[in-house]
């Protein structure tokens, strides 16, 4: 076969652990000081749109503080926790978006989520797709090599969506492995030991830690689950956090998987997350220095009730009583996301998705906790992630079932791949960015910008293997 092209610099596969550390070296250098166990609940805005900072609790005594500032930046990261299988962390609850929403602001393309190929089966930590790259293939209960029916070239190879799809194919058409047949195998037995030792020393440890399994003697269970989003608060390529119009948003900056850049459009390609973290990390502390030099954002008076609102939603925990239960009511969400809106949707599972939704809403607006105390409560806190879980989810329902095609990671049953609509893209009417407004669960679109700065415009093509 042909050679394999090497489009990723790697440190064996734990390139972001290196990444974190030198980052981290950087902010010790630069005296940098960390606010540890904070979790912010607001952003601070004026009547003139600019943000001002944020409201946060310190966890360790239940304090709430306003952090007044001349600029706020966001790298708070994504919210796979909406949904039931991920390989996110318990921490990705979706904060920096719930309190974009809160504020007035839109999320963009929030329908877009990537289901990657390779969870270990029953956990959810992430095999990454470094496994492939090195010789890794995929097999289903006959021991066959399946990706070379779907992705004839590409095979293991191919992208995430497609590896996703076919995986999910063969479990559902009753060929997946173990005794309720629910998911597939990775095997790389076929891989010198040596090369396993020295390349994916991180991955043999997790197979072993949370499937069971030494990679090097027998395969790994896996099954596709939710690894990232595409969509976020809506920034330019500056890192600026934008209005509809394209205007910026005074004083508010954010950057990585928080953020909507749209470099990944509908479908991230593997290590981009990286990119989008240190490249509009980067962009976006430049556009700081220059806003703050050039004038355009500095220290200005908070509004006079910069807080009600925030006070209003701690007091309101702190007096509920036969409330819903916080665990309850998040797991009913992240299963429903997961049924309604994962790898495959279904027109009518979407809209009957939305009504879902908007019942747990109406839970999550009356959860109780027992516990009131305020030093480190950290059913208060996961009961103020869960205000943030439920509008990332109605986003993300809302926008997908108004997705009337399939696009990159979004494949609807009623936008089939067919001639006319390759890939079951329907460019003609749906190639525009989608914009979720929290007030009335709104929708708006703004278009899709092909030119780019300094070459012709790339065309639309199909997506073939």
Known sequence: GEKPVRRACAAADRTGHAMLHALYQRNVRANTQFFVEWMALDLIRDDSGQVLGVIALEMETGEVVAFHSKATVFATGGAGRIFYSSTNAFINTGDGLGMAARAGLPLEDMEFWQFHPTGVAGAGVLITEGVRGEGGMLRNSTNERFMERYA?????????????????TEINEGRGCGPNKDFVLLDITHLDP??????????????????????????????????????????????????????????????????CASVHGANRLGTNSLLDLLVFGKSSGDSVIEDLRSGNIGLKDLPANFAERTLARLDRLNTQTGGANVNETRLELQRTMQKHCGVFRFKDMLAEGVARIVDIEKAVARTEIKDKSQVWNTARVEALELDNLIEVAKATMVSANARKESRGAHVRDDAPDTPANPNGRDDINWHKHTLWYREGSRLSYKPVIMKPLTVDTIALKTRSY
């Open 152 to 168: 004839p070239n590409a095979k293991d190879l191919a992208s995430r969506d497609v590896v996703s799809r076919a995986m999910v």
């Open 194 to 259: 040596a090369t396993i030792m020295k390349r994916l020393p991180g991955i043999r440890e997790i197979s072993i830690q949370f499937a069971g399994i030494d990679p090097i003697k027998a395969p790994i269970p896996v099954v596709p689950t939710c690894h990232y989003q595409m969509g976020g608060v809506p920034t330019n390529y500056k890192g600026q956090v934008v209005n509809e119009d394209g205007s910026p948003v005074p004083g508010f900056y954010a950057a990585g998987e928080v953020a």
